[in-house]
């Protein structure tokens, strides 16, 4: 069984026993991380949607992220990783909700942001928290990572709470 498959099985245990719903809000990861959860049976019991945000247009009108975050932090930041999880939150029926945006290539670095740039976001409630990740390889390397991150960090969040 795979590390994905794993983590996704651990997380909708841990989800379901709470009786939480999860919502997904992806950039880079492509609905990957969505994928992972949904090709576990019953997911519906504790996974309610995922949203998959590319354009900056899609994040400010499916997720209410602020213009004013994008044109001050870019899309591939904190401050946007965390103004995606609080839109999935306020735009589903979800009690925790985790976001990915990042830089996966092999186009798109910016001075400061290389390639394999990840940006994550987990909300329990009202508290979200972030994390800046710097992974290497190609760009399927950067999205299976990054997937793997997303799920493992919300399983670590949640056995801390």
């Known amino acids: 069984m795979s590390d994905i498959i794993v983590l996704a099985t651990e997380l909708g245990l841990l989800l379901k026993q709470r009786q939480w719903m999860l919502s997904t ?17 019953g997911s ?10 590319y354009s900056n247009a899609a994040k400010m009108r499916l997720l209410q992220v602020p213009e004013s ?9 904190d401050e946007t990783a965390a103004a995606m999880c ?32 990840v940006y994550f976001g987990w909300a329990i ?3 979200v928290t972030t994390q800046r990740m710097q992974f290497s390889g190609d760009r399927q390397a950067v999205r299976a990572q990054s997937v793997v991150h997303a799920l493992q960090g919300m399983l670590d969040r949640l056995k801390q709470d």
Not at 25 to 41: F, N
Not at 69 to 77: D, E, I, K, P, R
Not at 88 to 113: C, E, F, M, R, Y
């Open 125 to 127: 409630g009202d508290k």
């Open 86 to 117: 609080q839109g999935a939150l306020a735009n589903s029926q979800a009690t925790v909700a985790l976001s990915t945006t990042g830089i996966a290539g092999p186009d798109g670095a910016v001075p400061g942001k290389p390639v394999g740039t």
């Open 25 to 41: 809000t992806e950039s880079c990861t492509g609905g990957g991380v969505a994928a992972a959860i949904t090709d576990i049976a």
């Open 44 to 53: 519906s019991a504790w996974f309610d949607c995922g949203f998959v945000t």
């Open 69 to 77: 975050t994008l044109a001050a932090y870019g899309a591939v930041s």
